[in-house]
């Protein structure tokens, strides 16, 4: 199978210019011009921009609860990322019931996800039940092709949170083997605290979600794992950074030489805490995420943080939670909605790329380079990818966005599907869109839709807008990302 992409320019994290890919076999072979046919396949990228295949860096389909029920989209629903220009996601692997963390990898690729997801994936650990053997698990994932682990410092009460000694005793593990360790940082007491006071006032609406996770929290819990992972001389990725308290947090740690990579999600970049604000509490809590949404001037600060790397990663965070399970905040006996009760997530894996051009690139916020550093190139060298995935170099896969940036259009579930009955980016402009997408060389999207067959999925009474397959394939990550580069200076 031989592709030509011709008369586009060319847009890496490092440079631009104009030059026509010629993929074979899955691979870009060559980067040049004039080549020799015949072609099974030529497509015309003139007037366009071509970009790597987006990797998203932090993913949750099938996630579980910490009841055991699913409450995200299943795999059948992940070809909206490729439609939204991304190639590969980074999915979350939790503990199945009653399984230790190799065995759930094993179950999710070869069970969960198999046949059914459209991207190519790669896997993040998440470690949500620690037990005596969790340790001596940490190098097999490594083997595995898992080089990253995923720690949740919230949620306390539950399987999920993770104690201080459980986090130090992962770092120092994963150090030995070249895992990067990340973690959700909220700190679990503040949010306990501030939640159950304001249910004690009788403050039960969407909005005391925002209310009740405060900035500092963040900030605390950010600062912390830091030093943690400093003294464990282990690197450390805080995910979904959501305020400028937290993004300085990582600031000095990043002046001061320490191994830290922060992500932010476009959510954070594009909306505000005030979607919460709803009266309707069965709109408003389609924006129920966490951390929260925060007050529109954080937005600012974190694409400043962005350009000047002290975030290096964009992930969409896509939860992908359906509406009928957002209802589950529904006090049937009380007659309310009680925001504790609200399952937390947004879908998002779709919107990511859009959402990064339009208020990003388009808004002359961010370079077009930036932009594929920190949704393609940063996530590949952080989760050991990379040049595998996240860039377009001779040896890359074949993964290619032909981007057409004179696109114009309003953000609707219709016109940017979710998998879901809603998006949280509706109503919003959008400048941009993936024309053309190639997976190893396979057209899988052409004039911004997906290629392959659809058809309605029903999974525990809940019909989601699925494919009828996935060609995905897992691509295993090495050890000793680019966290440890950072470690190294």
């Known amino acids: 199978m031989r592709v030509l992409v011709k008369g586009g320019t060319i847009v890496t994290a490092e440079n631009e210019y104009k030059a026509d890919i010629l993929i074979e076999d899955e691979k870009i072979s060559a980067i040049g011009t004039h080549f020799d046919g015949p072609f099974d396949r030529v497509i015309d990228a003139t007037g366009k921009f071509v970009l790597p295949g987006g990797v998203d860096n932090h993913a949750h389909f099938e996630a579980l609860n910490t009841d055991g029920v699913t409450t995200n989209e299943p795999y059948e629903t992940t070809w909206v990322a490729l439609q939204g220009g991304t190639t590969t996601i980074v999915d979350f692997c939790t503990n199945e019931p009653g399984m230790n963390l190799v065995d759930s990898v094993k179950y999710r690729l070869d069970v969960r996800s198999k046949g059914k997801v459209a991207p190519d994936i790669a896997i993040h650990a998440c470690c949500t039940d620690y037990t005596d053997e969790t340790l001596d698990e940490i190098p097999k994932l490594v083997e595995m092709g898992v080089p990253t682990m995923k720690l949740f410092l919230a949620y306390k009460g539950t399987s999920l949170y993770m104690d201080d000694m459980k986090l130090l005793n992962c770092l120092e593990a994963a150090q030995k083997c070249g895992m990067t360790m990340m973690v959700h940082a909220e700190n679990p007491d503040v949010l306990d605290k501030c939640r159950n006071g304001e249910a004690a006032k009788g403050h039960y609406e969407p909005k005391y979600h925002y209310m009740t996770r405060p900035p500092y929290g963040e900030a605390e819990a950010v600062s912390r794992a830091i030093r943690f992972a ?260």
Not at 272 to 298: N, Q, T, V, Y
Request: proline share 5%.
């Open 230 to 489: 400093d003294a464990a001389k282990c690197p450390m990725c805080i995910v979904h950074v959501s305020c400028e308290e937290a993004g300085e947090e990582i600031r000095k740690a990043r002046a001061e030489g320490k191994a830290v990579i922060g992500e932010t999600c476009p959510h954070y970049l594009v909306l505000d805490k005030h979607k919460m604000d709803d009266p309707d509490w069965k709109i408003a809590c389609r924006w129920i995420c966490s951390p929260p949404l925060r007050d529109k001037k954080e937005q600012d600060y974190l694409w400043n943080a962005l350009n000047h790397d002290w975030l290096s990663v964009c992930g969409s965070d896509n939860s992908g939670i359906p509406l009928e399970q957002k209802y589950w905040g529904w006090d049937e006996e009380n007659q309310r909605c009680d925001f504790r009760k609200v399952p937390n997530g947004c879908p998002g894996a779709g919107d990511r790329m859009n959402a990064m051009w339009t208020y990003g690139v388009a808004a002359g916020r961010m370079s077009r380079q930036k932009f594929v550093d920190v949704c393609c190139t940063a996530a590949a060298k952080l989760n050991g990818i990379y040049p595998q995935k996240g860039t377009i170099a001779v040896g890359s896969d074949g993964d290619i966005v032909v981007f057409d940036p004179d696109y114009r259009s309003t953000i609707s579930v219709e016109s940017n599907p979710t998998g879901l009955a809603y998006n949280v980016f509706e109503g919003l402009e959008q400048i941009g869109r993936a024309e053309t997408v190639l997976l190893r060389g396979n057209v899988v999207v052409e004039n911004g839709k997906y290629t392959g067959e659809l058809k309605d999925i029903v999974v525990d009474g809940v019909t989601y807008h699925g494919c009828a397959g996935g060609d995905g394939k897992f691509i295993p990550g090495k050890p000793y990302g680019s966290g440890y580069d950072l470690l190294k200076k």
